[in-house]
């Protein structure tokens, strides 16, 4: 979320993935995506950059909760010519029911 200012000097904040468009006309005019439309003391370029700084903090958040991931050796074939389970951390293994041979 980013937040604003109404031009009463109220704060309050906008999720930026619903803004459609920003005009200067000559105040700030924020236009959702359902068509809610909101008159902001901030200029259009300050929108911009906030909007901006949000999603980079999405990124960079994002970016510090991957563990990098090693790498992982390529099963050995057992003796009925399937691979061997290997344990990977994080990975959640569900199991297979065998299918039925036929008669």
């Keep these: 979320m980013i937040l ?3 031009l009463t000097g109220a704060a309050f904040a906008v999720n ?7 005009e200067a006309t000559p105040d700030t005019v924020l236009t959702l995506i359902d068509g809610t439309k909101y008159l902001v003391a901030e200029s259009v370029g300050e929108v911009i950059e906030l909007v901006r700084d949000y999603r980079a903090s999405v990124v960079a958040s994002a ?17 009925e010519g399937r691979p061997e389970l290997h344990v990977v951390p994080g990975l959640r293994v569900v199991s297979r029911q065998s299918a039925p041979e036929e008669v």
């Design 4 to 6: 604003v200012t109404r």
């Design 16 to 22: 930026p993935d619903l803004l459609e468009r920003v």
């Design 63 to 79: 970016r510090s909760l991957r563990e990098p991931v090693s790498a992982v050796p390529a099963p050995e074939p057992c003796s």
